[in-house]
Antibody, heavy 120, light 110 residues
């Protein structure tokens, strides 16, 4: 059974870089059938797609965040990382990683999510 | 990349059927069958309920069904149960090679 677990600081200062890691267990991040994706959800609001990475290293990002986002993959550690630079209070949210079916763009397995607050 | 449009809330009594709509454009729902639906209970991660417009993942109740007409996708829940009370989100692939979610619909079981 594939399991995803997000980890990282729960508090980030404005203008700094948010860094999160998603550890995948029970499955391979090198499968060509899946993307590895990040989403976020501000408190009391809806979901926002951030982007995804393929095992080859190719990425695709939300245009509204593209200038600040980097998603990377460490296959040796089965980890997917998210970096979001120059954060503001508007970036305060629960951040989720998920496995995405390549031919359906459906997020079939999600991590539990991790809350990140941007505040000085 | 505008969010897909969903009603803010819907409600129904146990045993009834409800439908949640998700309206996009000719650059997302209108041209792709990559529409998914997610259920989210408070404090929990979303759960995939429907993918590719109308396919159910293994383990999802047959009471959940999906469809699409033009630029609008729909999720129907039949035989409403108390446990169905949750937020529901649609998503679609877009012609920009990106993905977009709907604003979410709160389902209340009366």
């Amino acid at each position: 059974q594939v399991h995803l677990q997000e980890s990282g600081p729960g508090l980030v200062k404005p203008s700094e870089t948010l860094s999160l890691t998603c550890t995948v267990s029970g499955g391979s991040v090198s499968s060509d059938n899946f993307y590895w994706s990040w989403m976020r959800q501000p408190p009391g609001k809806g979901l926002e797609w951030i982007g995804y990475i393929y095992y080859s290293g190719s990425t695709n990002y939300n245009p509204s965040l593209k200038s600040r986002v980097t998603i990377s993959l460490d296959t040796s550690k089965s980890q997917v990382s998210l970096k979001l630079s120059s954060v503001t209070a508007a970036d305060t949210a629960v951040y989720y990683c998920a496995r995405e079916k390549r031919w359906s763009y459906a997020l079939d397995i999600w991590g539990q999510g991790t809350m990140v607050t941007v505040s000085s | 990349q505008s969010a897909l449009t969903q009603p803010a809330s819907v409600s129904g009594s146990p045993g009834q059927s409800i439908t949640i709509s998700c309206t996009g454009t000719s650059t997302d729902i209108g041209v792709y069958n990559f529409v998914s639906w997610y259920q989210q209970h408070p404090g929990k991660a979303p759960k995939l309920m429907i993918y590719d417009v109308s396919n159910r993942p293994s383990g999802v109740s047959t009471r959940f069904s999906g469809s699409k007409s033009g630029n609008t996708a729909s999720l129907t829940i039949s035989g409403l149960q108390a446990e169905d009370e949750a937020d529901y989100y649609c998503s679609s692939f877009t012609s920009d090679i990106t993905e977009v979610f709907g604003g979410g619909t709160k389902l209340t079981v009366l």
